[in-house]
Each structure stands twice: as C-alpha cells, then as structure tokens.
C-alpha cells in the first residue's frame, strides 16, 4: 500500500489484528463452552442460570471487543455499543419493576 | 394579503435543463438507484398508495359506526377492517412518511452532501419496504387479521385464526426498512457534513431526524424480535407468551410497547422537524431557543423509552410500577412543551405570512397541544381507568397522529414540492385544501373525546343508541376530511405539469437546500458549499441576495 492511500484510510483507522489474537480468543471461546457444559452437570440452586449467562455474556463481550473489532476502535463507536447495551439493560430494569413488585398488591 | 413567495418572471422562466429528475430515464433508472432523492419519490409514491388504503379501510370504520347496530359489515369483518387500518397506517404510513421522504430528500442537502452515507442500504429500505408491503397486503387478501395492531398475547397466539404470522412478517420487514433509513442518517449526519457545519448549524429539520433515527435503530429490533417470538409461539408453542408454560402474556406487551411507544416519537419527531423549518421561514425569524429545541429532540427519543408501560396500567402490572410509568410518562411532556412554546415564541414579532405549509403548521400547533394535553389526562392513573380503551384514547392519539404527524406532513410536502419538483402547487386551492382538513378533523375527531369520556368503547361495530349523534358527527367530518385529502392527490400532479416554475429559492428560505436549483442535480452541490453562517440567518440570506449578480440565460 502506498502512502498516499494509507493517509485516505487513516480516518477510518483500520487495525490489523494478528492471527494468535484471533486464535487465543478461538480457544477462550472453546474454553468456556467447555464450563458451562460441565458446570450444568453440577447443581447450583438459583445460580444455575446466573452463571450459564454469566459465561455467556463474557463470551459475547470478547466476540464483540475481539472479532468485531470495538477494543480498537473509535470513542464513537464505543459510545454507539454503549447505547444498545444501555437500551437493553432499560428494557429489562424497568420491566423487572412490574414482575418484582406484583406481588406487592395495593398501597 | 402580503406574501413572501418569489417566482421567477414566468414569460422567460424555465425548469433547468439538467436535474435528477432527468438525468436518466426510463424504469430501470428508478428501480436501480442510488440517487437519495429518487429513493425519496419512489418512497412517497409508495407510501401515498398505501395511505390510500388505510384511508378507505378508515371510511369503512366510520360507515359501519354511523348507526348503532353492526349493519354494513359482520362484526369479525369490522376487526379485520380496523386492524389493517392500524396496521396499514402505522407501519406503512405513519413510521415512513417523514423520514423516508422528505427526510431521504432532504438530509444530504442539508448536510451539503452529495447523498446519504449508504445509498445502496438506502435502496434495499425501500425495497424490504415494499416486500413488506407485500406481506401485509396478501394477509388482508388472503382473509384478514383481526388481532388489532397490538397482536396482543394470548390472542393472537392462542385464540385467532386468521394470517397472523403473515402480517407480523409484513411488519417484521418494513421494520427492518425503517432500521436502515435510520443508520443511513446517522452516519450521514455524523460524517458527511460539508465544511463549516458544525453540529449547531444544522437545521432543526437535521436534528429531528438524528432523534428519529435513534429511536429506529435501538427499538425497532425489539419489535422484530417479539413479532418473531409471537409466530413461534403460534407454530411451536414455545410457551414463552403462554401461562400454562410459565410464560407471560403480559410480557409481549412490555416487549411489544417497548419499541411501539418510542415508536410513537418515531412518528411525530419528523413532523415536529418539519414545523420548526415552516415557522422560521414564513414568521422570517430565527427559531427562538435554537439549542433547547435541538436538545428537547434528543430529550423526547431518550424519554420515549422510559414511558411504555403506560398502555398496560389497565392490565394487570403492578402498583408499584404503574406509578413509576406514570410519574415518568409526565416527564416527556416537558420536551414537547418546550417546542410548542419556542414555536410560538418565534411567531412573536416575526413577519407571519399564510402559505399553504404555514396553515398546515398552524394546524399541527392546536392539534398536536389538544393531543398532547389528553395524553396527560391518560397518564393519570386514576383518570386511565376510566378512559382507557374508551374513544377518548382513539381521539387522543389521532388528534397527535393525525391531527399533528399527517398535518407536518402535508406542510413538508407543500414546503418542499418547489424544491423536488421545480414546480409551485396551485396556491389557492391548496389553502382551501389546509382550511378543510383542519374543519373535517376537528368534525371527526372531537366528538370522539367525548364519546369515549361517556364511556363508548373501541373496537366495537355496535353501540348503543345514545351515542349515535355523536357519531354521526364523526362520521360527517371524516367526509369532509376525506376530500380535504383528496384535493392535494389532484393537484400535486396537476402542478408536475401546469404549475409555475419555482426557481431555486420561492420562500426566501435560509437552508443550503434552497440555495441551489430545483429540482437540484444528482450530485446535488456543483461544489460542495462551505457553511459560513448559523442556521435560519436571514440577514445572511438578504446580504448575498442583494450581492448576487443575475445572470439570464
């Protein structure tokens, strides 16, 4: 690549990830498949889901910090994933102020 | 009666030789375009057929309500008639008409770019627009769906067997549409302003629309997640809706009006984007509170997401919750009210003139504050139990829908028409055409407030036979609306042939839109303008007009 096309690209700030990043995030990823699996054969009581979806939502911040990129991208786009998750979490704390609170009847 | 309209002489005028109305021809360089405002034509077109539809599905509604008993139509058919209209109106009308078209116009323009950031994206809208049409016009063919627009659980996944899932699929699809018009202006807004355009020399037009877009990009996926869980639960019977499965049917509803309350400022944020650009040009005045106007945009998109449950208090939710929902519904009010009063601050000492757009703003002013105030009456908790479901509800939300989106619409379209089409629309009658939808909505639409406050319900073919004066009212005034709306489908293609030749700038207006030809070219700026002024700065605008050197010919 010349220069001159690099300098067009800087904006966009293209980073090149290396192969053993990807791989190590590969195998984390297995790794973890691998615990939730063995960990649903031991019965925890109500952190049976808490950790399956701990794990889960561990996984997916890698895919997203790692696979897609977001660790080096730009503060902007940062903040636009910031605003779905913060959207998401909306959703459920203002639903769970319905289905927590139902059983308190009248007042 | 004084004027700020400024044709060109008409003896020598003409359109411009080149625009992108010209550029190509023929069917395929409408169908394969990139072109954002031929997008925006292809969109309006669309958009306009399927308000034809909604239109006459509404005519029905009011037919069949014209006397008390269910006489013109079984009363399965009356669901299916209301729930096609809602869902012809909200999703293929109401959540477009704005944004996708006079938006799509408008947004690179005045941005000062050459086209939205995606133009392919922009064309694939249109197209899942289109499918999604589609799917929901096959549904009514088909047989219908009476399941409301709502689809509410347990209904439409246990009771009913109509084409749900083929309309929910429709819908599914336009959804996905309006999440691709909305990234188009984001991104457009974030990185392709021309130089000079900072973010507070953007129109207010701009601003509304980056709050629209907002919306469209965070809610509407939850919307097409939960219309996918309501097909699953009528296919496989997932349980996730279904009590008997430990599910909860009351949790469609919290995921349904998660999007579909945002939803509702998806609708009206576009419209209220279009008044501040009417009445800055036609009072000729910079919009009073520039800042907190751009702001009570963005503040209306984050409050529209923290207000949803306000449609369930009726349903069974908690106590608790339906007081923090109803705490927080009030809370939006303020954003909307500080644009009612920055409006009207700016018509204070301006130079007011009554175009055709300025009447339809006026309209959208009563109307929209009408609609506005009942909703508090409904965020009451009290006053909800009583209203709720009644006709007061349907009065509320078509006074805002109708009375304020339809009437920011028409005054877009009359605003812009010059600038899409290099034409003017026939001014006397268009003004006539405003003065009667403003009469024939008022007709249509008050008696129902008071119908509902005497307890009629909704979704009802039949009632009893106090109520039919009322009614016959409603019924009168949407005739009279009807033709209100109909006047503007005659003459708007009248005038593509038979009206003046506008030239670039017929209202004086300040926008970078205005300051090139019309219709402008497909790469709309010859060059690309430098932003050298703030945003509706008409001493700018009578500077370079006194300094502009004419050239004829």
Known sequence: MTEKTQETHQDAEVHVVKPPVYLAIFLALLALTALTTGISFIDLGVFNAVIALAIACFKASLVVLFFMHLHYSSRLLKLTVAAGIFTFLLLISLTMTDYISRAWGMF | ?553
């Open chain 2, 1 to 553: 009666m004084s004027t700020i309209v400024s044709l060109p002489d008409q003896a020598t005028a003409k359109l411009p030789a080149k625009s992108f109305l010209n550029q190509e021809y023929g069917l395929k360089s409408w169908l394969l375009t990139g072109d954002h405002k031929r997008i925006a034509i292809l969109y309006l077109i669309s958009i306009s057929f399927f308000f034809v539809i909604g239109g006459v599905l509404a005519g029905l509604i009011r037919l069949e309500l014209l006397t008390p008993p269910s006489d013109l139509m079984a009363t399965d058919t009356y669901n299916k008639v209301f729930s096609m209209h809602g869902i012809i109106m909200i999703f293929l009308f109401l959540v477009p008409s704005v944004p996708a078209t006079i938006g799509n116009f408008l947004i690179p323009l005045m941005v000062g770019a050459r086209d939205l950031a995606f133009p392919k994206i922009n064309l694939l809208s249109w197209y899942l627009y289109v499918a999604g049409g589609i799917f929901v016009l096959s549904a009514m063919v088909l047989g219908g769906v009476d399941t409301g627009w709502t689809f509410t659980t347990p209904l439409s996944t246990h009771y009913l067997n109509t084409h749900v899932v083929t309309a929910a699929m429709g819908i599914f699809l336009a959804g996905f549409s309006s999440i691709f018009t909305g990234l188009n202006f984001i991104v457009t807004v974030h990185r392709m302003r021309c130089p000079g355009m900072t973010w507070f020399r953007l129109p207010l037009f701009v601003w509304g629309h980056y709050a629209t877009s907002i919306i469209m990009i965070l809610g509407t996926p939850v919307l097409a997640i939960t219309l996918v869980l309501v097909a699953l639960e009528r296919t496989m019977s997932i349980g996730v809706f279904d009590p008997t499965k430990g599910g909860d049917p009351l949790l469609f509803q919290h995921l349904f009006w998660f999007y579909s309350h945002p939803a509702v400022y998806i609708m009206i944020l576009p419209g209220m984007a279009v008044i501040s650009e009417v009445i800055s040009t036609f009072s000729r005045k910079r919009v009073f509170g520039y800042t907190a106007v751009a702001f009570s945009s963005v503040a209306i998109a984050v409050f529209g997401f923290l207000v949803w449950e306000h449609h369930m208090f009726i349903m069974g939710v908690s106590q608790y919750s339906a007081l923090v929902f109803s705490l927080m519904t009030m809370l939006v009010a303020v954003p909307s009210a500080i644009k009612i009063f920055n409006w009207s601050m700016t018509l204070y000492k301006g130079s007011i003139t009554f175009e055709t757009p300025m009447l339809y703003a006026f309209g959208f002013l009563g109307l929209f504050t009408i609609g506005g105030l009942t909703g508090i009456f409904l965020a009451t908790l009290g006053m909800d139990i009583h209203l709720t479901e009644t006709y007061f509800i349907v009065a509320h939300f078509h006074f805002v829908m109708v009375g304020g989106m339809l009437m920011a619409y028409l005054a877009g379209v009359h605003f812009w028409w010059p600038k899409m089409t290099g034409r003017m629309y026939p001014e006397a009658i268009s003004k006539t055409a405003a003065v009667i939808t403003f009469i024939g909505f008022i007709v249509t639409f008050f008696p129902q407030f008071l119908l509902g406050y005497l307890g009629m319900p909704r979704r009802y073919a039949a009632y009893p036979a106090d109520f039919q004066v009322l009614n016959v009212f409603s019924t009168a005034g949407a005739s009279i609306l009807g033709i209100g709306y109909l006047l503007p489908m005659l003459y708007l293609p009248w005038s593509l042939i038979y009206g003046k030749i506008a030239g670039n700038n017929p209202w004086q207006a300040t926008g970078l839109e205005w300051q090139i030809q019309s219709p402008p070219l497909t790469e709309n700026f010859a060059e690309i303008p430098i932003m050298d002024h703030e945003a509706y700065d008409y001493e700018w605008l009578a500077n370079k007009t006194q300094h502009e050197v004419q050239t004829v010919g």
